[in-house]
């Protein structure tokens, strides 16, 4: 009897196929290549959003392979909380441009971007909060800062949800120049009071200056100002470099 249940307990072990992850710093090639499968291939979203975070964890999350597998799961996964996943997990990626564009593209959607799957409100949403965090640790420049600036004065005026327009102008704070400071003004005019609100904090910690919710007050100020932001882009303090983890053992030895 104890023979039979054995073999049972091990019969339905095989069927359940469950998938055993080594910890990070132990992690192999082949690992790294199973979890890159798992992460856009598994049918179940819960292994494929699992598989996602091991491959940060691993010391080979730097691979252009890598950064590849997450980036496919993040522009055209069905599920949205995969996708998110796989939009923060990027965030753990040294490879500061290259996220950014992933990140670029899935907000930009497939009408510049045949292969990226139109992004829900809530992955929306993720992808400006990652953005700007990037933005904050890394600062990347030059093309990503006008196309960032383009696509944040689209959401804040036609953004799908109050979320999604309030990360557009925490965003805007970011770019810092007088571009920015129009697309804020004129999110004065919003109807919702959280974007209002959101665009006047904004506007007044680049400016310095405080013409209350009064959008043509702010038009007719910005108009006369030679100097509007308080800092030029040049003035800027460059951004820290990305702080080793002391939870992430593998960080010490990049």
Not at 97 to 114: I, W
Not at 179 to 196: A, I
Not at 218 to 246: H, I, N
Not at 247 to 253: I, M, Q, S
């Amino acid at each position: 009897m104890v023979a039979l249940s054995t073999l049972a307990v091990a019969a339905l072990d095989g069927c359940a196929s469950p998938v055993r992850h080594r910890p990070g710093w132990m992690a192999t090639r082949s690992d790294l290549h199973r979890y890159m499968q798992q992460a856009v291939r598994d049918p179940d979203p819960d292994a494929r959003r699992e598989a996602a975070l091991c491959i940060t964890r691993t010391r080979y999350r730097n691979d252009p392979v890598a950064i590849k597998a997450l980036s496919v799961a993040a522009q055209t996964d069905p599920n949205d909380s995969v996708r998110c996943t796989a939009v923060r997990a990027l965030l753990d990626c040294d490879d500061d441009r290259a996220v950014m564009d992933v990140f670029l593209a899935v907000l930009e959607g497939s009408a510049r971007h045949p292969q990226v799957v139109d992004a829900a409100p809530e992955v929306t949403w993720c992808v400006l909060e990652a953005a700007r965090t990037l933005w904050e640790s890394g600062q990347p420049c030059g093309e990503s800062h006008v196309r960032l600036a383009s696509i944040c004065a689209s959401l804040l005026e036609t953004g799908p949800t109050r979320d999604v327009k309030i990360a557009a102008a925490r965003t805007l704070a970011l770019l810092h120049d007088v571009v920015s400071l129009r697309t804020l003004v004129s999110g004065l005019r919003e109807e919702d009071f959280g974007v209002v609100y959101e665009c006047h904090t904004t506007l007044v910690a680049l400016t310095g200056k405080d013409h209350g919710l009064n959008a043509d007050a702010w038009s007719a100020w910005l108009a006369a100002s030679d100097a509007p932001l308080v800092r030029s882009s040049q003035e800027t303090a460059a951004p820290e470099p990305k702080k080793r983890r002391w939870w992430r053992p593998d960080d010490w030895f990049r």
